[in-house]
């Protein structure tokens, strides 16, 4: 069976809800890091089998398939395909996993995976009724930039609770403090201000034609824990929770690729190859703690252990699940975890973050020249999904 490389990806800094990129379509943003990626791979984009790319949402500009549209609007032939996935938070992972799928049974030899994600322009839906033109009552509208709506009553009250809640659940359970998750956010921010400044980012990102975005727009470099602690908590009505804004991740805007192919596809060494995936499924409101077993079941596949990881990246959705996460990994020094900052800091754009994780994990390995690397992510409704890389 042929094994599935990453040979490049690149995404765009990523922007705060109502900032730099808030006026950006998604298919846009999808179509600039298709059209970077195959530049700067010098590849003829009529060579790609599939394009494969996440996004969340897909009420608004992302709607009909904005895979197939943003490859349209790259300047891809029309013979490329494209199709969208959508396995919430982790839907760029999802598309990494199913592209290298497809390469590892003979299914392709290149396939562009990624996400996109405007929460931004995320639109207002407004549910039908169930007469054409009622005489009385009004229609409810939702906010579709995050969060649960058009809940099915049958479900069980205890998990249609926000993810904020869930990340205060998390933190109760197991003791994490609000210390500890201040503590955690201005680490995030410290190394992601750290790499931007000495060039990390330089080789895997983008700008955005138009916008002026040299950088991830939530960075906040001069935080401090102090300053943090001033922020009062979100998902806790008496006011005594510990998860805030601070030590939460935002709402963002941006984009990610992944180029992937089997051996020899490209005239090119890969940055690393996809060895181990796993995913695994808990209660929605315990969504926090998925990615643990998720990574495990990706090691185990791979053939290895937490001692042979040297770097992972975890998703930060929330300070208190980041760290619930790393305390379920007692093999894993937690340096090795994002040495360059997370999403608390980063920015977590849904459908963009799993390609933003796989991605930025294959550039660290090529830049260490050798080692194994988990990407792992947490999923809203009650899910984890990871990856392994290796060089």
């Not at 900032?19 to 590849?43: F, I, Q, W």
């Not at 990574?295 to 619930?324: H, I, K, M, P, Y």
């Not at 360059?340 to 930025?360: E, F, Q, Y």
């Not at 294959?362 to 290796?390: W, Y």
Request: aromatic share 6%; charged share 20%.
């Amino acid at each position: 069976m042929p094994a599935a490389y990453v040979y490049d990806a690149v995404r765009t800094p990523f922007g705060r809800a109502g900032g730099a990129l808030s006026g950006v379509r998604s298919d846009d943003l999808a179509a600039l890091v298709m059209r970077a990626t195959v530049e700067r791979a010098g590849l003829d984009p009529a060579r790609i089998d599939d394009v494969v790319f996440g996004d969340a949402n897909q009420a608004g500009e992302d709607n009909r398939n904005v895979a197939r549209f943003g490859a349209l609007l790259a300047g891809f032939p029309t013979t490329v395909t494209g199709v969208t996935v959508n396995r919430l938070c982790a839907s760029g992972v999802e598309a990494v996993v199913q592209g290298s799928r497809a390469i590892e049974c003979g299914d392709a030899a290149l396939v562009l995976a990624g996400g996109v994600e405007s929460m931004s322009r995320a639109p207002y839906v407004v549910e039908k009724t169930a007469r054409p033109f009622p005489a009385v009552g009004n229609p409810t509208m939702w906010n579709t930039a995050i969060g649960w709506r058009m809940v099915n009553r049958s479900l069980p009250t205890r998990w249609t609770i926000s993810n904020g809640e869930a990340a205060e659940k998390v933190a109760r359970a197991r003791g994490i403090s609000r210390v500890e998750q201040d503590a955690f956010a201005v680490r995030s921010h410290r190394l992601a201000a750290e790499a931007w400044a000495s060039g990390v980012f330089d080789a895997e990102t983008v700008a955005v034609p138009g916008v002026e975005l040299v950088r991830d727009e939530g960075i906040r470099a001069d935080t401090s824990v102090e300053v943090l602690a001033g922020l009062a908590p979100l998902f806790a009505a008496d006011g005594s929770g510990t998860v805030t804004a601070g030590n939460s991740s935002a709402i963002n805007d941006g984009a990610s690729a992944v180029l992937l192919g089997a051996e020899g596809a490209l005239d090119a060494e890969p940055l690393a190859a996809i060895t181990g995936r796993g995913a695994f499924g808990v209660d929605p409101d315990d969504f926090p703690i998925a990615p643990i077993e998720a990574a495990n079941r990706a090691l185990a596949r791979a053939g290895c252990t937490w001692a042979d990881v040297d770097v992972v990246e975890l998703n930060e959705a929330f300070a208190s699940q980041s760290l619930a996460c790393i305390a379920g990994w007692p093999e894993l020094d937690p340096d090795r975890v994002n040495v360059h900052g997370g999403a608390l800091a980063v920015g977590h754009p849904l459908g963009a973050s799993g390609g933003r994780i796989v991605g930025h994990a294959a550039h660290e390995l090529r830049r260490r020249g050798r080692g194994i690397a988990v990407a792992a992510i947490c999923i809203g409704v009650g899910q984890g999904l990871a990856v392994v890389l290796e060089r």
